[in-house]
C-alpha cells in the first residue's frame, strides 16, 4: 500500500492504557483511546510505539492491543511497531503479528537499530520480506541510543525504496536532516516531537506528522493550515500548544503525563504506567491544570 494513497497526514500515536494496579492491559480505554484520537482527525494509528510502551508488554499483550487498535479503526489505517533493537527477536515478533494479522496492518514500524548503514538496510529488507508489508523507519535515537548520520541514513535507504513507507524523522537536527531526506529520497516523510518543530519540518519537505500529545487536535489543525499553505497561522497554533507539548514531552515523565491528561479528559481510566515509565506524581497536577487539565 503507497504512503501518497493516504490524503490526511496525521498519525496518533496510541498509548497503552493499564488497569489501575499495572497488572493488565485495560481493553475497554485502549477501544475508547483508539476511537477519541480517530474522531479528533487522525488519519490512522500507529500501536506499540515507544509511547505504548512495548518494552513492558508480553507477546500476548502486544498482540491483544493490535486487535483492538484494528478492530476500533474501521477502515482507517494501522501501523503495527516493533521497537525491539534485537534483530532475531524483532523478526519473529514481525511474523506474529503479520501471522495474526496480515494485509489488515498497513505498515510496520522500525526503528533504526544500527548506525552502520548496510546493517540498517538489512533490517529493512527483513522486515519486508518477514512481514509482506511496507516499513516505516522511526529515527528516534533518544529513545534507543542509536544515532545515525545522516549519509549513513541515506545510504541505507538505497535501492530499498519500493520497500518503504515512510521514515519518521526525530533526530535532531530535524530540519535538516528532512530536507536531506526530502531531497535525495522518493520516501515520505513524518514529523514527530511531539509538533513542536512541525511548521520547520514541514517547511523542509515533511508532509505527515505524527500525533501523540493528549491533544492530537491541535496537531492536525495545524497540519491544516499546512496544507492550504498558511505556515505562518499553522505557527501560531503550534505556539499556543508550546506549553503543553513542552510538559508532555520531557524524557522520562511523558508516558505518564500523557496518559494522566487522558485520564483527565475521561477517554481512559486510569494514568498507570509500567516500569522504565515514570508515574505521574501528585506534585505535576499544578502544572496539569495551569494547562486546562483539571483534575477529575
Known amino acids: 500500500m503507497n504512503a501518497t494513497e493516504f490524503t490526511t497526514a496525521v498519525w496518533g500515536m496510541v498509548p497503552t492504557p493499564f488497569t489501575p494496579d499495572g497488572s493488565g492491559v485495560c481493553h475497554r480505554s ?3 483511546l483508539t476511537r477519541e ?5 487522525c488519519a490512522g494509528s500507529i500501536a506499540l510505539g515507544v509511547i505504548g510502551e512495548p518494552a513492558a508488554l508480553s507477546g500476548a499483550e502486544k498482540m491483544a492491543v493490535v486487535e483492538a487498535v484494528l478492530e476500533e479503526s ?4 494501522v501501523v503495527a511497531s516493533v521497537m525491539s533493537l534485537d534483530e532475531q527477536g524483532a523478526l519473529e515478533e514481525i511474523k506474529a503479528l503479520t501471522d495474526a494479522f496480515g494485509s489488515v496492518i498497513t505498515a510496520v514500524l522500525i526503528p533504526v537499530s544500527s548506525p552502520d548503514p548496510q546493517t540498517l538496510r538489512r533490517s529493512i529488507v527483513r522486515a519486508h520480506d518477514r512481514s509482506g508489508l511496507p516499513v516505516l523507519i522511526q529515527d528516534l535515537p533518544s529513545a534507543t541510543g542509536v544515532h545515525i548520520d545522516i549519509d549513513d541514513l541515506v545510504t541505507a535507504l538505497e535501492g530499498v525504496e519500493d520497500m518503504l513507507w515512510a521514515v519518521k524523522c526525530e533526530a535532531a537536527p530535524t530540519f535538516s ?3 536531506r531526506l526530502r531531497s535525495e529520497t522518493p520516501t515520505t516523510i513524518m514529523a514527530g516531537n511531539g509538533g513542536i518543530g512541525l511548521v520547520d519540518d514541514h517547511l523542509a519537505g515533511a508532509r ?7 491533544r492530537p487536535e491541535v496537531i492536525v489543525e495545524a497540519m491544516g493550515w499546512l496544507r492550504s499553505g498558511n505556515p505562518s497561522r499553522a505557527q501560531e497554533v503550534i505556539s499556543a500548544a508550546s506549553a503543553l507539548i513542552s510538559f508532555e514531552t520531557q524524557a522520562g515523565t511523558s508516558i505518564g503525563i500523557r496518559k494522566e ?9 486510569s494514568a498507570a504506567v509500567r516500569p522504565p515509565a515514570t508515574p505521574y506524581e501528585a506534585h505535576l497536577t499544578a502544572h496539569s491544570a495551569r494547562l486546562g487539565f483539571e483534575a477529575a
Open 74 to 77: 474501521g477502515d482507517s489505517p
Open 261 to 269: 491528561h487522558w485520564r483527565r479528559q475521561g477517554v481512559i481510566t
Open 37 to 41: 484520537m480517530l474522531s479528533r482527525g
Open 208 to 214: 505527515w506528522a505524527a500525533a501523540g500529545i493528549s
Open 30 to 32: 485502549l477501544r475508547s
Open 177 to 179: 536532516r528532512v530536507r
